[in-house]
Every structure is written in structure tokens, then in C-alpha cells.
């Protein structure tokens, strides 16, 4: 079966970095997506990799291994605003996004 | 620019009721999407539509109805409401159905008594 594994929660401290980690199991594999949700809201895309290695942008970086089916979110100089759940997809082979459950993510000053 | 426009945002409906959830989009996108968000699980894909005029069911579809009778609207319908549809309901698009950036609408709570 296809399944996306992630940590229920996460906490960290304002101003460190936080890492959040990602296994996924899919039928055929068409890219790693990371999208932002805070509470309430909408999901917003953060990221996409479907080469191996790190992508970064600003604050935020993701990583693939797909012989490993991992990824992980780094989250540098953490800010109160990042405070959110975080939700890992894989792109199936019929184009299909597969959603794991999301880490919340907790910032304490 | 308003992206993707759902409504209602939020709605209490007695079970056994007919409601159509409405999802509105202005970036031309081809392809739509509805999820439902439950606690404790991932997005779980009801119906999408890859262009104007084609539907498909995903992971959820039992109870619910769309159409995509243009390219801007893709309508949600639950023909009678029960009480496990009780979800926050999310529309989403992309430019196309082989991109995984989904544009998201800011989503309708709905409650079934």
C-alpha cells in the first residue's frame, strides 16, 4: 500500500533549527512535496524535489534520498511565525499526491 | 487577484440533506481538485478534474458528486448528507495534473448533525 510516515508533533526553540522528517511509500514516484499549514488555514506550498540531494530556499531547505524513500525539512532561524503543521506528499505514478497526517510544529520563545 | 473562492466557509446541515459546497478559481488552471481534512489524517482526494469538462474519483468518493462544466468552477455535492461527512473540505488547483503545486482555497467546515 502507499503510505507517508511523519512525526505527530514537534517542538523547538525561537531562533534554532528543526529538522522534520519524511518516509514515504508510493506506487511509482513523481517528486517529494512540502506544504505550510497554520492552524485554521489553507496549505501553502513550501517545496519539491524529485532529484536526490538538498534544495534550499531562504530560510527553509529540503532534502530527498529516494533509494531510502526519505526527505526531510530544515527550518533555520526559527521565528514564532513558523509555528504550524507541516505536511509531506508523494507524487504517485498517476500523478496522484499522497499526504502523510503532518507534524505540528510548536516554537517556544 | 482571488486565487480559488470557496463557499460556504463554514455550514451545520442535518443529515439527510442535499448541500453543494462551490469552489470558484481565476488562475486558468486546468486541473481541480477536492479534499477532505480530517484530524489525525492526511488530505484524502474526493473527485478532481484534469480540464474542463472530465471528472475522476480519488481516494474518497463514495457519496459525493462534481462537474466541471467550465474551467473556472468545480462544485462539490453531497446528494445526502451524513454525519461521517461531518470534514473541513478543501478545493485546490494546479496548472496541470502532473504538477504537485496545488493552490489551495481557504476551506469549508462542515458539520453534519
Known amino acids: 500500500g502507499q503510505n507517508i510516515d511523519q512525526p505527530t508533533e514537534m517542538t523547538a526553540t525561537e531562533g534554532a533549527i528543526v529538522q522534520i522528517n519524511c518516509t514515504y511509500q508510493?506506487?511509482?514516484?513523481?517528486?517529494l512535496f512540502w506544504y505550510q499549514q497554520h492552524a485554521g488555514e489553507a496549505p501553502t506550498f513550501l517545496s519539491y524535489?524529485?532529484l536526490d540531494g538538498l534544495e534550499e530556499k531562504g530560510r527553509f531547505s529540503s532534502f530527498l534520498s529516494r533509494s531510502k524513500g526519505y526527505s526531510y525539512l530544515l527550518l533555520k532561524e526559527l521565528q514564532m511565525k513558523d509555528s504550524a503543521s507541516y505536511l509531506c506528499?508523494?507524487?504517485?505514478?498517476?500523478?496522484?499526491?499522497?499526504w502523510g497526517a503532518g507534524t505540528k510544529l510548536i516554537i517556544k520563545p | 487577484i482571488a486565487g480559488i473562492t470557496q463557499a460556504p466557509t463554514s455550514q451545520i446541515l442535518a443529515a439527510g440533506r442535499r448541500m453543494t459546497l462551490r469552489c470558484t478559481q481565476d488562475m486558468r488552471h486546468n486541473a481541480m481538485y477536492w479534499y477532505r481534512q480530517d484530524l489525525g489524517l492526511g488530505l484524502r482526494l474526493i473527485h478532481y478534474?484534469?480540464?474542463?469538462?472530465?471528472?475522476g474519483k480519488g481516494e474518497v468518493p463514495d457519496g459525493y458528486s462534481v462537474s466541471r462544466a467550465n474551467t473556472d468552477d468545480f462544485p462539490l455535492t453531497l446528494a445526502s448528507a451524513v454525519p461521517s461527512q461531518t470534514s473541513v473540505y478543501f478545493c485546490?488547483?494546479?496548472?496541470?495534473?502532473?504538477?504537485?503545486?496545488?493552490?489551495f482555497g481557504e476551506g469549508s467546515r462542515l458539520t453534519v448533525l
Open positions: 506528499a508523494s507524487m504517485d505514478s498517476n500523478y496522484q499526491l499522497i
Open positions: 478534474s484534469n480540464t474542463a469538462g472530465t471528472t
Open positions: 508510493t506506487s511509482g514516484f513523481n517528486g
Open positions: 485546490a488547483s494546479s496548472d496541470s495534473r502532473d504538477t504537485g503545486e496545488l493552490f
Open positions: 524535489n524529485v
